[in-house]
């Protein structure tokens, strides 16, 4: 099952969030972890709208969220194949 860019939003956070404890090469991994899950963030979204990390700070352990969490809020909802969660409304007739 694919993850939503929201999912690979809050992995990066937390991955950051607990490389704050660290130091050196050490908190650089976490940060590079972090990064990664960025990325796959924006890919995940490309379908949705997209999401822009050109102005994102790679390098810092507390990066300005916002720059990444008010284009996630933007994108479009997700497609999610599988039964209605409104009883009675059944799409597949």
């Known amino acids: 099952m694919r993850?939503?860019?929201e999912q690979h939003?809050?992995?990066a956070k937390l991955v950051r969030?607990?490389?704050a404890t660290r130091t050196g090469a050490e908190r650089e991994l976490f940060i590079r972890k972090s990064n990664s899950?960025?990325?796959c963030a924006r890919l995940s979204a490309e379908d949705r709208g997209g999401v822009s990390l050109d102005?994102?700070?790679w390098l810092s352990?507390?990066?300005?969220?916002?720059?990444i969490e008010?284009?996630?809020?933007?994108?479009?909802?997700?497609?999610?194949d599988g039964p209605?969660?409104?009883?009675?409304?059944d799409v597949h007739q």
């Open 3 to 5: 993850c939503l860019a």
């Open 9 to 11: 939003l809050v992995a």
């Open 17 to 19: 969030k607990n490389g």
């Open 37 to 39: 899950f960025l990325v």
């Open 55 to 57: 102005h994102f700070e």
């Open 61 to 67: 352990l507390t990066p300005d969220w916002n720059v």
């Open 70 to 80: 008010e284009q996630v809020l933007r994108l479009a909802p997700p497609y999610i």
């Open 84 to 89: 209605s969660l409104v009883p009675g409304d």
